[in-house]
């Protein structure tokens, strides 16, 4: 094969991996991988092989979709090499079936094959994520009511978390919900609170993460903010580039910031809940960001355009105004997509209970 290599853009190239060493990959995670290449560089890639089940095609049947959310959700793998073991045993246990009893070896073995593959299903319906599997199951049917589930989801989740999350305490703009991520089985483990349209205009990132056993030390955190304030200064990739250009584009901001010396962080006070907090803080250009270790949460910023010090938090007891932030993203995207489309009514209703 002869490509070009992703990252540089250079002709020629070595391959790295033979069809044996992709074969033991293929029994060992259940994936085929295409071979990997090294450039004159010294650049690394692969090459991805599809297989039946994920073509275009298969995608427009509900049932397929369906179960490709469930098998997501699953916490066991059944891999190649699981399942010859599992016929060698299903085999083994035909054969001692119709010795003893005179029952036909076959049905006994795919029996066998069968429980093994339900006992793998069922582990989709743990309890910590089976309203996740849920919401996802609805928005192969009714996005509208999916987006409604989650935004609920959510709610409930910032109700039952070990304290509120912190965001500005004036802002006359839109605002809407970012990132959040789940621990089991504590639940909401951090939420961000975004200020403004992210990347455009002046915007601001409030993340709350709370202080839970197995998390990531402080050090961890300011490395991840670190990286999405570099992330942040790069923007995306130009809309003239095609595909395979951003890919380049993105692979070099992506080591640029790989052979970036590491920062220095400066000492920054600020004011949480009328009380000056002492933390660190990162500028890179028109954007910044900032850490502050709390006894109970570590709180992070990333913002572009806003200056540092008319910065002050407060928790955030009201999800609403962010919930109303996010209908108006959702309407604003369609419109820009489909400028014929109205508004739809369903997605203005807050989430109801029960």
């Known amino acids: 094969m002869d490509a070009p290599c992703p990252v540089c853009g250079s002709e020629g190239q070595t391959a790295t991996s033979g069809r044996w060493a ?59 090499l699981l399942w010859i073991a599992g016929t060698a045993v299903g085999v083994g246990l035909g054969v001692l079936a119709q010795v003893t009893v005179a029952w ?7 029996g066998w094959l069968v429980v093994m593959w339900l006992a793998v299903l069922t582990t989709a319906l743990r309890t910590s994520g089976r309203e996740r599997l849920w919401t996802e199951l ?3 049917v009714s996005p509208t009511r999916a987006e409604q589930l989650e935004t609920k989801r959510l709610v409930k989740a910032v109700e039952a978390a070990p304290g509120p999350p912190y965001g500005l305490a004036q802002w006359d ?16 483990q951090r939420i961000e609170l975004i200020y ?24 961890l955190v300011k490395a991840d903010v670190t990286r999405g304030l570099w992330h942040d200064s790069f923007g995306p990739p130009p809309e003239s580039l ?35 907090r ?42 609403t105004p962010f ?16 400028p014929d489309a109205s508004p739809d009514p369903q997605q203005d209703r807050p989430p109801q209970e029960g």
């Not at 275009?56 to 190649?80: D, G, K």
């Not at 660190?280 to 709180?299: E, H, I, K, R």
């Open 196 to 219: 403004g349209e992210p990347p455009d205009g002046p915007y601001l990132r409030v993340d709350t993460q709370w202080k839970l056993p197995g998390l990531p030390a402080v050090e």
């Open 173 to 188: 703009g839109l605002r809407s919900p970012g990132g959040h991520g789940w621990a089991s089985p504590v639940g909401l």
């Open 138 to 140: 609805v928005q192969t």
């Open 104 to 110: 036909p070896w076959f049905p006994v073995a795919v």
């Open 323 to 338: 919930i109303e932030g996010t209908t108006e993203l959702r309407n604003r995207s369609r419109r820009r997509h489909h």
């Open 278 to 319: 002492d933390g660190q803080m990162l500028v890179d250009g028109n954007n910044w960001a900032a850490v502050v270790d709390l006894p109970d949460t570590v709180v992070t910023l990333r913002a572009c355009g806003l200056p540092a010090g008319d910065i002050a938090l407060t928790p955030v007891e009201d999800l």
């Open 242 to 276: 095609s595909p395979d250009e951003a890919a380049r584009w993105a692979a070099r901001r992506y080591e640029e910031f790989e052979r970036r010396p590491i920062p220095v962080w400066d000492h920054f006070q600020l004011s949480i809940d009328d009380t000056m």
């Open 22 to 80: 992709r074969l033991r990959g293929r029994l060992t995670h259940g994936r085929f991988s295409g071979p990997r290449f090294r450039c004159v560089n010294g650049h690394q890639w692969a090459f991805g092989t599809a297989g039946l089940l994920t073509v275009r095609y298969f995608q427009s049947f509900w049932p397929y979709r369906a179960l490709q959310i469930v098998l997501r959700h699953r916490t066991i793998e059944l891999v190649p």
